[in-house]
């Protein structure tokens, strides 16, 4: 289970803030709570451990939020929702984002979830803006995937 919730930061997703904000991979500490992080199997329930790590706002539409948070984002600290669960952890079978940069954090993030889950068959990223970097991490992320369609 998620363990980190409560430490991942709040606002508005943006490549720029993530580039910012997240904790670098060369960082001891954080490389190796992610070597020790243990995989629930879930797409976001995973995506969102790793993103909790890096201190990462999840991607829109790798994590969106739970129907219930969207009116509340961005909101004033009284409308502010005091639960963790803000996001729509529900599993799915297909992560498709078109013409949404992906950051590097989530990027990496969803390369982490990608191999433990069973369920995502399928994804699609169009115009993503992946560096060269990123295509080869997710290229030989893929062949280790039950996805069938990229």
Request: charged share 20%; with cysteine.
């Amino acid at each position: 289970m998620v363990t980190h919730l409560t430490a991942l930061p709040r606002g508005v997703w943006s490549a720029e803030s993530n580039a910012q904000r997240q904790v670098p991979l060369d960082d001891d500490a954080v490389s190796k709570a992610i070597v020790a992080l243990q995989p629930v199997h879930l797409f976001r329930r995973d995506l969102l451990a790793y993103c909790a790590l890096r201190n990462l706002i999840p991607h829109p539409q790798l994590l969106p939020l739970h129907p219930d948070e969207e009116e509340r984002q961005g909101s004033t600290s009284s409308e502010t929702s005091t639960s963790t669960n803000i996001y729509d952890l529900s599993e799915i079978e297909q992560i498709s984002i078109k013409h949404w940069q992906l950051d590097d954090g989530n990027c990496r993030a969803m390369c982490y979830a990608l191999p433990f889950t069973t369920k995502v068959r399928s994804v699609c990223l169009f115009n993503v803006g992946l560096n060269k970097e990123q295509l080869q991490l997710l290229c030989s992320t893929v062949t280790n995937t039950h996805a069938t369609a990229l």
